[in-house]
């Protein structure tokens, strides 16, 4: 770069100045550039180790509930309520669910929001999931053709 020149048994010989200068300046830029370069490899191996991270806390929240799903007794079933259904606007205790279908309710889920062991006074919406439990297999078939019903 023209910057020095190197004298045997002399030594270093600065030749201009302004060179030297520039090519500071230049090396700088180069540092900088390389030491922004290891700062964003450093941040993607942490964003991978984060998501590495959350995809174990994952694996454990879905471990977690099969087996609390397969170690109880009682396994909810669910149905939606589609928005021409004749339980619309109506109660559960108007709707007399268990009479006509053998399950029980045990939660409505709207929209997000459970409300476990709804009482007889609770009114169903379109897009309520109704949560239950029945005895028998038939009793899946009955629940969905009773809230289907227009």
Known sequence: MGVIDVIEKKGILVKSQSAANTYIKEFKAKDHILS???????????????????????????EEAVLLKSIG?????????????????????????????GATIIGINRMGQLFLSPGPKLVFYPGDVI????????????????VDKQ
């Open 36 to 62: 922004m370069r290891e700062a964003i490899t450093r941040m993607i191996e942490e964003k991978r180790s984060i998501e590495d991270a959350v995809l174990q806390q994952l694996d454990s929240v879905i």
């Open 73 to 101: 007794i009682i396994t909810p079933l669910n149905v939606k309520i589609g928005d021409a259904s004749h339980l619309i606007g109506k109660t559960i205790g108007e709707v007399r669910f268990w009479e006509y279908t």
């Open 131 to 146: 949560l239950y439990v029945g005895n028998e297999p038939s009793d899946t078939d009955r629940v969905i053709k009773y």
